[in-house]
């Protein structure tokens, strides 16, 4: 579509519009400024902040580790998780009171072999009448090379809780909580059972 050029104003519009120019009141500035007349701020370019590094010498191991974790632990994801069992049974649960009724270990598996035995060893003690069962997965090695792709430091210590709340396993685990130092501590879980029907 092409443009049409503007038209032109008839003579008693021409006269109207004197009229009502006459009338207005100019502005403080009867020009408008041009674009090149504003100033603009000059950037100034930013200088990069350099932290002060401490002296290294060939051979030297460096004294702090960056981690790339930002995630909170599986500890505190377990610690801020609703407590769904009697609060008193839970206290002693926590303080290692109450004795596991049965116990996995899941050391020196894969996460293709910790799934399946988890889940067998859970649904059948759910079968038996068991109610406190003991998962050990092992603090796990530190495998983080500093890579740009974070590694989890024990893989199974954090696959393990996020299996227990999915299915089938989510219908038959109450609760689970880290195991006391006396059964584990941050290598193990407690997993408190449904009572079976």
Known sequence: MSKRPPRRLRPD???LWQRVAETATPLHRTTLPKPTDIERPKRTPKTPVVEPVSPFSIGEKAQTRMTHDIAPSMAD???AAPVAMDRKAFG???RGKLSPEGRLDL???TLAQAHPALNRFILG???QGKRLVL????KGKDRDAGGPIPERLGVLRH????WLQIPPLNAVVLQVSQAHI???GGGAYYVYLRRSR
């Open 92 to 94: 002693r649960l926590k």
């Open 125 to 127: 003690a759910h079968a």
């Open 77 to 79: 994801q377990i610690r």
């Open 159 to 162: 696959q393990v809780p996020h």
């Open 13 to 15: 519009e021409e006269a």
């Open 135 to 138: 998962v050990i997965t092992g």
């Open 182 to 184: 006396r059964h584990g």
């Open 107 to 109: 050391h020196g598996m």
